[in-house]
């Protein structure tokens, strides 16, 4: 069975510091994604890594994919307010399978 | 290019009532999920299908049933709710296998029970 975790849950952070957030699983998996969430609404998508040593970087946020490790990053650089919110990983095994998320890491972002 | 649109946002339902949450899009996408969102435990899976006439369960398939008549619409059921079902319900959907593609997710339904 596919787990997926994530840490921390809750990170609050001040306005221009560094920060990880943590994903990793337990079966092998190619393809990985990461998501946002603001509260009351939906999930938008952020990054989606298909393969080992796999970087995105959009803005100040960078994620990255080590499937040996099965790990997944997300860095976040000199944090602004606006990043707020609730991020999410999620993974797919090869084959017909759906995603399967983390618990989410819920971001606050303080002056 | 409506995406995945999910009806209704909100309902209230009593405790043995029936009722059917819709899902429909408009990609041409094979692979359709349906989600439960509460606090604390992220997203978790209660039915997929992987193309019109196939479905399967996910984690938590107790209570829902689902179809794939067709490639666009993907209904959610709830056979006789109850307050354990009170939550935000997302679907969502992507082409299959697709390199470099993401799950497209609706803007969820907010289902109370009560």
């Known amino acids: 069975e596919l787990k997926v975790e994530q840490n921390p849950l809750f990170l609050s952070m001040q306005e221009g510091k560094n920060y990880t957030i943590y994903c990793n699983y337990s079966t092998t998996s190619d393809r990985l994604y990461w998501y946002r969430q603001d509260p009351g609404k939906s999930l938008e998508s952020l990054f989606v890594l298909l393969s080992n040593g796999a970087v995105k970087q959009e803005g100040r946020l960078m994620a990255s994919l080590d499937t040996k490790a099965r790990l997944s990053t997300l860095h976040i650089t000199a944090a602004v307010h606006d990043l707020s919110a609730t991020y999410f990983c999620?993974?797919?095994?090869?084959?017909?399978?759906?995603?399967?998320f983390g618990k989410g890491t819920r971001l606050s972002v303080i002056a | 290019n409506a995406g995945v649109t999910q009806t209704p946002k909100f309902q209230v339902l009593k405790t043995g009532q029936s009722m059917t949450l819709q899902c429909a899009q408009d990609?041409?996408?094979?692979?359709m999920s349906w989600y439960r969102q509460d606090p604390g435990m992220g997203l978790r899976l209660i039915h997929y299908s992987v193309g019109a006439g196939i479905t399967d369960q996910g984690e938590v398939p107790n209570g829902y049933n689902v179809s794939r008549s067709t490639t666009e619409d993907f209904p959610l059921r709830l056979l006789s709710a109850a307050p354990s079902q009170t939550s935000v319900y997302f679907c969502?959907?992507?082409?299959?296998?697709?390199?470099?593609?993401?799950?497209?997710f609706g803007s969820g339904t907010r289902l109370t029970v009560v």
């Open positions: 969502a959907s992507t082409k299959a296998r697709t390199t470099n593609y993401g799950y497209t």
């Open positions: 999620a993974v797919d095994r090869s084959g017909n399978t759906p995603l399967v």
């Open positions: 990609m041409n996408h094979e692979y």
